[in-house]
C-alpha cells in the first residue's frame, strides 16, 4: 500500500473474521457503531476472533482521480489483504493457514464478495450487507480488465469450467433491505443473487422489509440474525 495501514483486533481465541468498512474506510468504524457489540458474545466465548483494517474506498471507488489509477489502487488493497494481512493473521493466530470469514456493509460488501469469489480456497464465507456489486458505477464507465474481475455483475455471469468450479467453494450471503437509501445495493444484491443462483455458486439471499434501511441500526440487527447461523 505504500504506507501504514490501521487494524484493530477483538478477541483471544476462534475462526478468525475480517470486517470491511464502509465508503468511510476507518479500521475503527464496526466498533464505533456497535457491530463489535453485536459480535461480543461470540468474540468472549472464543468462537471468533474480529480483524478490522482499513481501506481505501475513498481512493478506489469513491474518489474523482482517474479511474484506471483508482482500480490500480484497488489492485494493491486486494494485495495488501491477501499477503500481509492474511500472513500477520497466521502469525497471530498461531496458525500455519487460516480461512477467515469475510464481512461488509456497504462498499465493505463489495469487498467480501470480491475476497470469496476471487479467493474462495482462503475466504470460503462472506456475509455482504448492502452491497454494490456494478462497479461501473464508480469507474464513470471506463472499463479495463481489472475492473472486469473486480465487478462481480460482470465476471461471475461468464465464469464457468474450472474457474466456476474453483469459485463453488465459496459460500456467500447477500443480505439488503427494502426501504430508504437501499436504491442501487437491493437491486444489485438481487441480481448477484440470480447470478449465484444460476451458477450454483453456494449462496443465501435474504431480502428485508421496506422499513429496512441503508444504515447502521439495521445492519446490527442483521449481523446478529446471521451471526446466530454462522457461528
Known sequence: MGRNVHLWAHGWWGRPV??????????????????????????????????????NVSEAWTGEADPEWRIRRHAAYES??????L????????LPSVQPVVMGCSLGGLYAALSALKHPETFPRALCLSGRYEVSTFTN?????????????AFVPNLGGAALDRTRQAHLTLVCGRGPFEEGC??????????????????????????????????????????????
Open 141 to 153: 464507465g471506463f472499463q479495463n480488465a481489472d475492473v472486469y474481475f473486480n465487478n462481480p455483475l
Open 186 to 231: 437491493i437491486e444489485e444484491t438481487v441480481a448477484l443473487g440470480r447470478v449465484l443462483r444460476e451458477k450454483q455458486i453456494p449462496s443465501d439471499l435474504d431480502i428485508w422489509g421496506t422499513d429496512s434501511k441503508h444504515d447502521w441500526p439495521w445492519w446490527r440487527r442483521q449481523l446478529l440474525h446471521h451471526a446466530g447461523r454462522m457461528f
Open 80 to 85: 495488501w489483504v491477501t499477503n500481509e494481512l
Open 18 to 55: 475480517i470486517a470491511f468498512p464502509s465508503a468511510a474506510g476507518f479500521a475503527h468504524e464496526w466498533q464505533k457503531e456497535g457491530m463489535v457489540e453485536v459480535l461480543r458474545p461470540w468474540i468472549d466465548a472464543g468462537r471468533i476472533k474480529l480483524y478490522c483494517p482499513e481501506s
Open 87 to 94: 500472513r500477520f493473521i497466521e502469525q497471530d493466530c498461531n
